[in-house]
């Protein structure tokens, strides 16, 4: 089955630096890459996604890219916000399955 | 976005006895649900994807037997958790997609406490 990696797993920033997030994935049949955060006491909430016919993908401050052939993809946020604290977890998809990494735990500092 | 609803957010109950936890699709019809645990300050761990119509497809180590998924409509599916241990005290987590393979959205949990 798919299994997908995530790295780092805590990550400190000062506001206003940047912040990189990265996954890998095992299946070349996912197709579909989702980023969710998930605040203290929330459910996750999807803040971008990807899917595999699709280099790279911006939303204001946050941007992922993926790279089908090497099997990783990675989220971007800049110019980062005590707001954007949080949990973040990548996701690898295809249809039926969803798996997700193991998250990141990002503290941006005031 | 789409809206689901997960009920009850919390339950306590005694060792021995079971558990249903609700997972609704409000406001979209769900052919894929989900249902993870998540340990604290961990990541979500896929237990089973729940299909509309069919068995439920179990991830290895999971017990279908203790974790009953019955999936009887496009907008509901149920975790029962039967025989209930103090070492099944967890959050548990569904989300339903809106198509076979796109967003996914999440109920807010249901956390079980069994003493």
């Known amino acids: 089955g798919e299994n997908v990696e995530q790295h780092p797993s805590t990550l400190s920033v000062q506001e206003g630096d940047s912040a990189v997030i990265k996954c890998t994935y095992s299946d070349s049949a996912s197709n579909y890459f989702p980023w969710y955060k998930q605040e203290l006491g929330k459910r996750p909430q999807l803040i971008i996604d990807?899917?595999?016919?699709?280099g790279e993908k911006k939303d204001q401050r946050i941007a992922v890219t993926l790279n089908k052939t090497a099997k990783h993809f990675s989220l971007h946020i800049t110019e980062t916000q005590p707001e954007d604290s949080a949990v973040y977890f990548c996701?690898?998809?295809?249809?039926?399955?969803?798996?997700f990494g193991a998250g990141t735990r990002l503290t941006v500092k005031p | 976005g789409a809206v689901v609803s997960q009920h009850p957010s919390r339950v306590i109950c005694k060792s021995g006895t079971s558990v249903k936890i609700e997972c609704r699709s409000l406001?979209?019809?769900?052919?894929?649900m989900f249902w993870y645990r998540q340990f604290p300050k961990q990541s979500l761990m896929l237990m089973a994807t729940?299909?509309?119509?069919?068995?439920?497809?179990?991830e290895q180590g999971v017990e279908k037997d203790k974790f009953l998924i019955n999936h009887a409509s496009l907008t509901l599916s149920t975790l029962t958790v039967t025989s209930a241990h103090p070492e099944d005290s967890s959050f548990y987590i569904c989300?339903?997609?809106?198509?076979?393979?796109?967003?996914?959205?999440f109920g807010q949990g249901t956390r079980l406490t069994v003493v």
């Open positions: 729940s299909n509309e119509g069919s068995k439920a497809t179990y």
């Open positions: 989300s339903a997609r809106t198509g076979r393979n796109s967003e996914a959205f």
């Open positions: 990807i899917r595999s016919n699709v």
């Open positions: 406001d979209f019809q769900a052919t894929t």
């Open positions: 996701a690898a998809s295809r249809v039926g399955d969803m798996r």
